[in-house]
């Protein structure tokens, strides 16, 4: 069996719930490297995933190391630009962290290196390896739903603000809010089960309100609290969001909160077709209703672990060559909507895409 040599950049909390974990199972993966600039990050990797051989803070060691095949970039999202070319340049293949970067023009930058290195790199769509998502894509694919006109999502929480003050509310390090963390998730799986049509125009409203002021924000609990600092950070970044898109197949609406004052999450996917719809649960199961009997059935099925299956599938790449679902060139259409939809809520206007 061929081994694929590691190195894991960024050991926060992604990569400890996630990568760490998955990698470790994988027998023809050899974790080389920890890398963090907080070296008690990566050696407390380090200590709970003993597979790991190494700890280092400097990411350019493991890229000069000629035993590293592959390396995970799981940075706040600003630094996957440059980790990820740094990489790419020195000939490593990547799977680096949804979002693919701040915006539009530098993700693209990334797709065309490794184009022109013949590198595989990956996006963390993890939610493209969930078995729902398998099914409904197998569905809408066979015809089943008829035309899916619109869909709708829902990505709302009561108080989920994460790290507030610090990289994830902080724009020129996120690249922004609710839209760029949690809708890239949803309005990814929509473009993917819609087979990724081509965009028309966008229309987009986003909102800074819950924590204006950082100090004077209510919260019971908080993501990434680690990373807060509501005394010298910054929250500039959207915590609701709200937008309607056209593309070639269906229009596709969509409300995001990352906090609001109604303590509901609501958070779902409701895919429309003249013959069938769908419920999508966000990370869960599906419901169907059918327009001829008028029945809702809830599908049985398995699930699984999708990040282990994604990380397999990037491992897999890395070994045949072959792209995947996940492939950077099949979700850079994603990393376009996005930067449409900030561009039409600062401009107040409809965005129109070539
Ligand atoms: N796929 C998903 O569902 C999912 C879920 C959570 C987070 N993410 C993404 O993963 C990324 C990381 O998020 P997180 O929650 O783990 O953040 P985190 O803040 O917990 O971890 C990031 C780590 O990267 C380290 N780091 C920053 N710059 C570095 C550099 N140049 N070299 C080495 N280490 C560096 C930081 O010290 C920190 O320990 C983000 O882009 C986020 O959007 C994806």
Same mark, same amino acid.
């Given at each position: 069996m061929k081994t694929?040599?590691?190195a894991i950049i960024g050991c926060g909390r992604i990569a400890n719930a996630v990568h &760490?974990?998955?990698l470790s199972k994988l027998e023809n993966v050899r974790?080389?490297?920890?890398c963090d600039?907080?070296?008690? /990050?990566?050696?407390?990797?380090k200590e709970d995933f003993p597979k790991t051989e190494q700890v280092i803070t400097d990411y350019k060691v493991a890229l000069a190391d000629s035993e590293v095949d592959a390396v995970y970039v799981l940075t706040p999202n600003f630094a996957h630009y440059t980790v990820t070319m740094d990489a790419l340049k020195a000939g490593k293949h990547v799977m680096c962290e949804k979002p693919i970067t701040v915006n539009y023009k530098l993700s693209k930058e990334m797709a065309d290196e490794a184009e022109k290195r013949g590198k595989i790199l990956n996006i963390g769509v993890c939610n493209r390896y969930n078995r729902s998502i398998e099914l409904l894509k197998q569905m809408n694919d066979e015809g089943k739903f008829g035309n899916i006109y619109h869909v709708y999502c829902s990505f709302r929480a009561f108080r989920s603000i994460p790290g507030l003050g610090g990289a994830f509310t902080d724009k020129s390090q996120s690249g922004g809010g609710v839209l760029i963390d949690w809708g890239v998730h949803y309005l990814d799986l929509i473009m993917y089960i819609l087979g990724v049509p081509k965009l028309k125009n966008v229309t987009c409203d986003a909102y800074c309100?819950?924590? /204006?002021?950082? /100090?004077a924000y209510k919260y019971r609990d908080m993501w990434s609290e680690d990373t807060k600092?509501?005394?010298?950070?910054?929250?500039?970044?959207?915590? &609701?969001?709200?937008g309607h898109i056209r593309t070639e197949k269906a229009s596709i609406s969509f409300n995001g909160a990352w906090a609001q004052n109604l303590d509901i999450n609501d958070c779902y996917i409701d895919f429309l077709g003249d013959k069938k719809g769908a419920r999508l649960t966000y990370g869960g199961k599906f419901?169907?209703?059918n327009g001829e009997t008028l029945e809702t059935e809830a599908p049985e099925y398995d699930m699984c672990?999708? &990040?282990e299956r994604e990380d397999e599938g990037f491992i897999e790449s890395v070994l045949t060559g072959v792209k995947n679902r996940n492939n950077i060139e099949n979700v850079i259409e994603t990393a376009k909507l996005l930067d449409a939809l900030y561009v039409s809520s600062e401009r107040k206007a409809e965005v129109t895409l070539d």
């Open positions: 694929v040599t590691v &760490f974990p998955a974790i080389k490297y920890a600039l907080i070296i008690e /990050k990566a050696e407390k990797a309100e819950m924590a /204006k002021d950082m /100090k600092d509501v005394e010298n950070g910054v929250n500039d970044v959207d915590d &609701f969001i709200s419901i169907v209703c672990n999708m &990040f």
